[in-house]
């Protein structure tokens, strides 16, 4: 493994330059006096050991002889393939709890896989040599969207890198048709599973790979170990299989002529893709619209799902299955009607199987070229300057499956990956000679003191080469990502002709590392949208058409016409005819359109009709929701047309509505006490009014410490249970390997945690002048000042990267992780925050900022318990649990909904550690009253804290300061609304 980057931030290496020049002073002393020093000190290996913290849960990693699949394969490539497949015994397997009992599940006798077992454990003998496949037939446990994931070991260590990372897919098709709503337009049908048995191969989850999985194994015995890192599910089989080797299309072709087989004679046969779709291993694969007046049915005014794929379609091995019938026996070829106009002139791949099975090897990664921004075209199947391909099919119903695939992209994707990890070590090696910030006035010598860096910045020359080269082979015309590989090429290369210019353009190798890492990402989004799939004769001759500029500007003219009549803004609504509608409430809300669709249509499935109240529901920005400024919210209210129910307001809006009497107290309303339970108490103590409540939580935040586990591990670094493990232990034993440490400044944990608040308890004053509050911003400044932590630094990019593998973070840092590093899966976790070890020996981790959006009823409604029969449905645990899921499915893993509801948040995809940490947070959190001018307390805060860790100003003087601002402000606005006017 690479070393990561890293390096000492300015104030450290201060730190460090003090500590040095005292030691100096303290050799000059004499020497009785110096020994006494001496004898006092300590080395910072013998010290960690007296450091107890928390273990890194990493129990297994990838060693550094642990190679790529690809790499591997190269190894092995003369290797034979196994003859026989070895069956695994299900009463020989084990688990953390000892031998495992079978049970009967579905028709098979099975053992459950789950995480309370952690994993399950065999051994096998293999009689020679041989390179074998993997299969498990699963059933699928539980009633939530995710797939399973697994981690698969032999003799204790990965076969190779991506076993750490296998998926065992759930499956699911429409729950019916789409629905024309109230506006004439189709919404998107729900997605149910298709539960049942399946039998799968170890896929890359990548999609680099064409093939499963293939193992080598040694002649003897072999101990397995199959990990759960997330989902349950029952196992009534696992066998090492011989693996197929696939032939190619000549030898297929020549097999037909061998048995007779003869070119069909029938017309073209047509299936709408969207229609004929009957599986797909990912709920964001859905029906999509297209505006083109070619595509079938034609959208034209209206929105027609007429499409299937788009930019959902992009991620690695995700997978549609389509069903067709064809009439007679014989050979047919087979084409689709399809557009694929993203990546810049780039192609996509597909692997495609007919009937289960990738017919030749042409079609492990079929390729699609660029069409183009608007241009469809008839694609069939065969090579770029031949004849198509004949399948033979037989009389009946057959099915064609299309997976995402990499295909040349994989070779640039594995290289950019090697890329990333030298530039990290290039960057933390010039770290650890000049700092972070390299004087570029000073000859370093980087060449003489580093002796792998020229080397290292050629090996990025040549690889930016290679990889420059293959873009411009797999594309017509030069991409422009191909020529950003160049660019950082040339940035490269002037370092290397002039290694005295690297301190002056430090920087641009930062800059170089983040673009290389969102190519790595970017690169593998492989997009395809279909309209149609054709099945015919070889003979008959498809012409591709697509539609002209005459026809796509009639279209946009329609459209443009209509816009002076169809409200976008509106919902509409999906009710059936037989539902009876006894009230109808307005709600605006503050989200996106697909939200809000979704909001929409639970409400009219369920909400309306066992409630009889109809709702109207207008999509706004975010922004127009917020009290204090002027927006679509605050005119309604002056205007007098406020709607009955908003919907995502932020955590200042609530009392500010208070204040000027335009939202109702929600604590006065039936049922409201049984609601609360809910909700993690604090949450809702920003929502509070002289006694009353004023909103219900929407959506919540949380605060938890972020962890590399690898470079953890690597390092023998234990995470901190409480703040003084970090200044003490941590916060050394990082800079000591060049790594950091990184905090978002968030100043309510250490208030909270060393006693103290915002205001006095009648809320008219700040209570940031007490001793606590003192303490508090002391230690919160002395994080940056004294402890040397970067003040501003992009976490993700440096956590992704190992220079930052320690860090606090929030919901958002956890989503971006998640969704856009899938190179850490695995490798990263959660843990409560460190907190401040208490008298009777336990730690307090109090922590704030935990409440985000909530739903308000407006004061000129006049149908506030018709409003408040919404919000508890709305706000209930089964509503939040099936909407969650429905986001998730729409948009994808990235837009999961970080409900503010607890049970209907934990039934969300987290895994049993992340559930521990989260839970452990909720019981420490605390959140901070809005009182009137409180918005200035963040502001004059800020200013404080600018004052102390960048000007040098005194803490005492600095939080003083902040604190007769923060008392000016409170006192105005006390005066304006007519509090406490007599002091």
């Not at 500590?19 to 006494?36: E, Y």
């Not at 928390?54 to 490539?77: F, H, M, P, Q």
């Not at 000027?660 to 309303?669: G, I």
Request: charge should be negative; proline fraction near 3%.
């Amino acid at each position: 493994m690479k070393k990561i980057k890293g390096g000492f931030s300015k104030n450290f290496k201060k730190v460090i330059g003090l500590s040095l020049v005292t030691a100096m002073a303290i050799t000059s002393l004499p020497s009785s006096l110096s020994s006494a020093f001496a004898a006092e000190g300590q080395a910072l290996k013998d010290k960690y050991t007296e450091f107890d913290g928390r273990d890194i849960d990493w129990k297994y990693s990838v060693g550094e002889n642990v190679l790529t699949y690809s790499k591997t394969k190269e190894n092995y490539a003369g290797v034979k393939a196994a003859e026989k497949e070895i069956n695994v015994d299900l009463s020989s397997l084990s688990n953390i709890n000892g031998r495992l009992k079978t049970s009967e599940y579905d028709g098979r006798t099975v053992i459950l896989n789950d995480l309370d077992g952690e994993y399950i454990e065999f051994k096998i003998n293999v009689p020679e040599d041989a390179i074998y496949g993997f299969e498990i037939d699963y059933h699928m446990a539980g009633t939530d969207s995710s797939s399973a994931k697994r981690n698969l070991f032999i003799d204790g260590e990965y076969p190779f890198t991506e076993a750490a990372d296998l998926v065992f897919y759930r499956y699911f098709c429409d729950d019916g048709e789409p629905i024309l709503n109230s506006i004439g337009d189709e919404t998107r049908p729900r997605q149910k599973e298709i539960t049942g048995w399946r039998t799968q191969g170890l896929k890359d989850t990548t999609g680099i790979s064409s093939e499963d999985y293939r193992i080598f194994l040694t002649k003897g015995s072999h101990t397995v170990k199959f990990m759960v890192s997330g989902g349950d599910m029952y196992i009534s089989g696992i066998r090492f299989t011989v693996p197929e080797i696939l032939k190619t299309y000549a030898e297929v072709e020549a097999e037909y002529k061998a048995n007779g087989y003869k070119n069909v004679d029938c017309e073209k046969i047509t299936f709408q893709a969207e229609t004929t779709a009957i599986e797909k291993n990912s709920t964001t694969l859905r029906r999509e619209n297209d505006g083109d007046p070619l595509v079938e049915p034609v959208s034209g005014t209206s929105r027609r799902l007429n499409v299937i794929g788009g930019s959902k379609w992009r991620y690695g091995n995700q997978s549609i299955t389509w069903e067709f019938e064809v009439p007679e026996d014989g050979l047919y070829k087979i084409g689709l009607y399809e557009k694929q106009a993203w990546n810049d002139g780039l192609p996509s791949y597909r692997q495609i199987l007919i009937d289960g099975k990738v017919p030749f090897e042409e079609l492990s990664a079929y390729k699609f070229e660029f069409t183009g921004g608007t241009k469809w075209i008839v694609n069939q199947l065969g090579p770029e300057d031949g004849d198509p391909y004949r399948f033979y099919l037989t009389k009946g119903k057959h099915t064609i499956t299309m997976t995402v695939k990499m295909g040349n992209f994989g070779p640039i994707i594995e290289s950019l990956k090697q890329d990333i990890t030298v530039l990290s070590d290039v960057i933390l090696n010039i770290t650890m000679i000049a700092g972070a910030s390299p004087d570029p006035n000073y000859d370093y010598g980087f060449f003489e003191k580093i002796p792998d860096l020229e080397e290292d910045l050629n090996y990025l020359i040549d690889s930016l080469q290679y990889k420059y080269e293959l873009a411009n082979s797999m594309s017509k015309k030069t991409s422009a990502m191909a020529n950003n590989f160049l660019a950082v090429q040339e940035d490269i290369k002037a370092m290397v002709e002039d290694p005295f210019v690297i301190a002056k353009r430090f920087s641009l190798l930062e800059d170089n590392q983040n673009k290389l890492s969102e190519y790595y990402q970017t690169i593998q989004y492989l997009m395809l949208v279909v309209d149609e799939f054709y099945v015919g004769s070889p003979d008959e001759e498809w012409k591709s058409v697509s539609s002209n500029f005459f026809q796509r500007f009639g279209v946009t003219i329609q459209q443009f016409l209509l816009s002076f009549t169809k409200d976008y803004d509106n919902i509409g609504s999906v009710l059936t005819e037989n539902t009876v509608v006894t009230d109808t409430i307005d709600v605006w809300i503050a989200r996106s359109t697909e939200y809000a669709e979704i909001i929409k249509q639970l409400a009219d499935e369920t909400f309306t009709p066992e409630s009889g109240i109809a709702i109207n529901v207008n999509v706004l920005p975010s922004s127009q929701l917020d009290a204090g400024q002027v927006n679509a919210i605050m005119l309604a209210i002056t205007s007098g047309k406020a709607p009955d129910v908003a919907l995502g307001v932020d955590i200042k809006s609530p009392v500010e509505f208070a204040i000027r009497d335009q939202v109702y107290d929600l604590s006065k309303m039936d049922g409201f006490k049984e609601m609360q339970g809910n909700f993690v108490e604090a949450i809702f103590t920003p929502y509070k009014y002289q006694g009353g409540i004023y909103a219900i939580p929407e959506t919540m935040n949380f605060n938890v410490l972020f962890y590399r586990k690898d470079i953890l591990a690597k390092f023998g670094i234990d995470l901190p249970d409480t703040w003084d493990d970090l200044y003490e232990y941590v916060l050394p034993a990082l800079y000591q390997n060049g790594l950091e440490f990184y905090f978002a400044r968030e100043f309510s944990q250490f208030l909270f945690q060393n006693g103290g608040e915002y205001y006095t308890e009648d809320g008219l004053r700040s209570a940031l002048d007490t001793p606590e509050a003192y303490k508090a911003f002391k230690e919160y400044t002395e994080l940056f000042t004294n402890y040397g932590v970067d003040k501003t630094a992009n976490f993700y990019q440096y956590f992704r990267s190992g220079l930052m593998p320690l860090g606090v973070g929030d919901f958002n840092a956890f989503m971006q992780l998640s969704a856009a590093a899938p190179e850490l899966a695995g490798k990263w976790g959660i843990v409560s925050l460190p907190g401040h070890l208490k008298a009777d020996g336990t730690i307090d981790r109090t922590a704030g900022a935990i409440t985000q959006t909530g739903d308000v009823i407006l004061k000129q409604s006049e149908k506030p318990e018709q409003s408040w029969e919404f919000l508890k449905w709305w706000t209930s645990t089964e509503t939040q649990t099936q909407f969650a899921k429905e986001v998730e499915a729409t948009i994808g893993t990235e837009a999961r909904w970080n409900t503010a509801n607890k049970e209907a948040f934990l039934k969300l995809s987290w895994s049993r550690e992340d559930i521990a940490a989260l839970q452990e947070e909720w019981k420490f959190a605390k959140e901070t009253p809005y009182v009137l001018g409180g918005y200035m307390t963040e502001r004059h805060l800020t200013n404080a804290w600018t004052s102390v860790v960048m000007s040098g100003m005194d803490v005492r003087e600095a939080i003083e300061r902040a604190v007769k601002d923060i008392n000016r402000e409170l006192r105005m606005k006390q005066e304006e609304y007519g509090v406490n006017t007599n002091e």
